[in-house]
């Protein structure tokens, strides 16, 4: 909590988080949720690699942001963890999340719980974009006026998949962090 990441973050740079994991964990049906922007993650118990994204888009320059759901091994409690983080770009992040330890089958309602004004809010606007975007197509074919109505629900449309894509929302329906991030 009282760490601060460096404003000059740079491609290549390697942030190492290390912390014992809990006796309290539930051996084979927890759950590591970790939203990372613009990284790889190497995620290592007791040295042992577990979990790794985006060593291969490292190169390319570009990853996606998102959340991580890295399920952790049985007999993983009071072992070392390891998250190793590489930026892709400079300035990826200035902060990192907290990591949350959770239940593997309450993990897609934990993201959901955490997420629920964003969900709700998103989807509203893109639906309400489109309808509106196809409403005032079909009146432009009888009244010329609806210019502005249809652009009107497009902005609405794009304003709503871009928050769907920027509140981690997005990945609920698609799992390709690079494409949700593109969005």
């Excluded at 291969?56 to 998102?66: K, N, P, R, V, W």
């Excluded at 998250?83 to 993201?111: H, M, Q, R």
């Excluded at 959901?112 to 309808?131: E, H, Q, R, V």
Aim: net charge negative; proline share 4%.
């Amino acid at each position: 909590s009282t760490f601060r990441i460096p404003e000059q973050l740079e491609k290549g740079d390697v942030i190492m988080l290390k912390n014992t994991l809990p006796d309290e964990l539930d051996g084979d049906v927890s759950t590591l949720m970790f939203l990372i922007y613009l990284s790889t993650i190497d995620t290592k118990i007791d040295g042992q690699s577990i979990y790794s994204y985006g060593e291969e888009e490292y190169e390319d320059g570009f990853l996606g942001s998102g959340y991580h759901f890295i399920q952790l091994p049985f007999g993983a409690e009071g072992k070392e963890l390891t998250i190793i983080l590489k930026p892709s770009e400079a300035g990826a992040f200035t902060n990192i999340p907290t990591p949350i330890v959770v239940d593997t089958k309450y993990a897609p309602t934990t993201f959901t719980d955490k997420n629920m004004s964003s969900i709700f809010i998103c989807i509203f606007l893109f639906m309400l974009g489109a309808s509106i975007t196809i409403v005032s197509a079909i009146s432009l074919y009888f009244d010329r006026n609806s210019k502005r109505l249809l652009v009107i629900g497009i902005l609405a449309t794009l304003i709503g998949a871009w928050s769907l894509a920027n509140g981690e929302v997005l990945q609920m329906f698609s799992v390709n962090l690079e494409i949700n991030a593109i969005l």
